[in-house]
């Protein structure tokens, strides 16, 4: 029986305004929140820690639906995604880098990131020389690949017929939030804001410690500093949800880990260091000049709070204090007379800082054999300990007792 017109332009209606589920608005919210945090513990996992830097393993079931949805939530091509992001690490604050704030500028990879990631993928020889190992089986050339945004467009659909006329809205952000929350906050602002754990290289920031919006990526210096780890978080307070996901799928066999970041070691204090101890530094780097920078900030701390009580002018002290732990080349050209009237203020901490290259560059000069290297450690111990400066004697008896 056919129905009246009147009735089909009702049923039209009905549809228009509340689709197949007729849900109310706080769960139509719901539902739009969870499918893009579905997406990105999809680029995380997958892309990011599997695909891109093989942390780990990821069994047939996760990896097959992470392709599908994100095939589905984003259009991304697997070897595209992987070959731009292997270029950003060895690239990284380059010229050649394809999204760094440091050399493109912050409002261009914060707000056209994704004009720069469409950019990219066209590069023929980025994805040749950094997308090898992603999936080439007949699903990846014959429909992900083939047909990208086909994917795009048949989520569309199932929100329209899901919820009508305002499952357009929700598609639209979902197909913002990965451009947005990606490619433009955390290779943005991942290179601009924030706090670091770690002398890295590049320019990389923690932008929170709580990993949750954007699946642990939030942690980004972390990241940089190791980034062949599954486990984005270090620190106690530091909390990475990617981290909670994938071991739940270890757990259940979907999921191997290969690497986390190194744990430095301490045993007994030995006489003097060793090539064990030179072992220990060099694979624990990171680690030992965080815990020395905090020595650093410690005394600067302290002598503050001396100069306050003999109501002594600490002005070129507090100037410098946010500087005092970085690399001579990242401290910026406004905040370097600061730093060098400190220095010469107050000698113990120029020695502090002297000691603090002296000892970086122990994994630096490659030339050295590994006997000169041992030497140049126990020299260094030696000096520190009869320095007369408390944090550096303390740092140094510590340092002879880290092992792997």
Known sequence: MLLPDWAVLNAAIDWLAHGLLN??????VLY????THVTIAGVTIFLHRTQTHRAMELGPIPSHFFRFWL??????VTKEWVAIHRKHHAKCETTDDPHSPQVKGIDAVMWRGAELYRAEAKNEDTLAKYGSGTPDDWLERNIYSRYSWQGVGLMLILNLALFGAVGAAVWAVQMAWIPFWAAGVVNGLGHFWGYRNFEA????TNLFPWGIIIGGEELHNNHHTYPTSAKFSVKPYEFDIGWVYISLMQK????????TPPRLQHGDIKPVADEKTLEALIANRYEVMARYARGVRRACKDEIAALHTKGADASSLRAAKRWLHRDTVKVPATAQ???????????????????REELRQMWLNTHRSREQLTHDLQAWCHRAEESGIAALREFSVRLRSVHI
Do not use: C
């Not at 849900?23 to 139509?28: N, T, Y």
């Not at 007379?337 to 000691?355: C, E, F, I, S, V």
């Open 23 to 28: 849900l109310s608005w706080w769960e139509i």
């Open 32 to 35: 739009t929140l969870v499918t």
């Open 71 to 76: 095939w589905l939530g984003t259009g991304m």
């Open 201 to 204: 290289t590049d320019a990389s």
């Open 252 to 259: 259940i066999g979907w999921a191997k880990v290969k690497k």
């Open 337 to 355: 007379p600061h730093l060098a009237q400190a220095r010469a203020d107050y000698p113990a901490l120029d020695k502090m800082l002297t000691m």
